[in-house]
């Protein structure tokens, strides 16, 4: 399984962007696919979880009311609709997914078994 992130660019604060991460592959059917950040020297924090068959969703409190996660099966693809950014917000953002994660370890990143490659996101005040 491969994940390829996009979507990133250099907005400024209140600006939106949508990221998005593609999957291909073998059969893809994972349970939990989620978006991580970075931001520079910090670790790597967890910001949504969609859980693939039924689409309930996790969000960081930081993000809660601004990002909405979202995926189209059909598509192998999962969005983050990202609203009022902050320069908070600036990170390489990452995609993960994982064919067995269960919904306590969603904020994880150990947890998951697939990663994509990075898209960056800063956010100028």
């Known amino acids: 399984v491969q994940l390829q992130a996009s979507g990133g660019g250099l907005v400024q604060a209140g600006d939106s962007l949508r990221l998005s991460c593609v999957a291909s592959?073998?059969?893809?059917?994972?349970?939990?696919m989620s978006w991580f950040r970075q931001a520079p020297g910090k670790e790597r924090d967890f910001v949504a979880a969609?859980?693939?068959?039924?689409?309930?969703?996790n969000y960081a409190d930081s993000v809660k009311g601004r990002f909405t996660i979202s995926r189209d099966k059909a598509k192998n693809t999962m969005y983050l609709q990202m609203n009022s950014l902050r320069p908070e917000d600036t990170a390489v953002y990452y995609c993960?997914?994982?064919?067995?994660?269960?919904?306590?370890?969603?904020?994880?990143?150990?947890?998951?078994?697939?990663w994509g490659q990075g898209t960056l996101v800063t956010v100028s005040s």
């Open positions: 969609i859980k693939w068959s039924s689409g309930s969703t």
């Open positions: 592959g073998r059969v893809f059917s994972p349970r939990y």
């Open positions: 993960a997914a994982d064919p067995s994660l269960i919904q306590s370890s969603v904020a994880t990143r150990t947890a998951y078994a697939y």
